[in-house]
């Protein structure tokens, strides 16, 4: 399973960015899919996470009301919608495929390059 990210940026507090994670290699909807962020010098820590058919979400209490998970099972693609973003969301984003609606990185087996979200006061 490869996964890609996309859509990371610069933008200003407050602003909006929307990133992608395809996946080929196999069908998405056999995972549970996750997002993940890295700051440097921190820890890579859980954002959110989506169940195979999209019914189950769960989010970090840092970003819960501003970031929406969803995604497309037809079109093999994760998608997390972020809002009302801070300084504090920059890191490094990853998206991830497991088998469960894990909040933790160990609960994957499959991870992408990551995307560069930079976001100025």
């Known amino acids: 399973v490869q996964l890609v990210e996309s859509g990371g940026g610069l933008v200003q507090a407050g602003g909006s960015l929307r990133l992608s994670c395809a996946t080929s290699g196999r069908t998405s909807s056999t995972y549970t899919m996750g997002w993940f962020r890295q700051a440097p010098g921190k820890e890579r820590e859980f954002v959110s996470v989506i169940s195979r058919t999209g019914t189950t979400i769960y989010y970090a209490d840092s970003v819960k009301g501003r970031f929406t998970t969803s995604r497309d099972n037809a079109k093999n693609t994760l998608y997390l919608q972020m809002n009302s973003l801070k300084p504090e969301d920059t890191a490094a984003y990853y998206c991830?495929?497991?088998?469960?609606?894990?909040?933790?990185?160990?609960?994957?087996?499959?991870w992408g390059q990551g995307t560069q979200v930079t976001v100025a006061s």
């Open positions: 991830a495929a497991g088998s469960g609606t894990v909040q933790a990185d160990w609960g994957y087996d499959y």
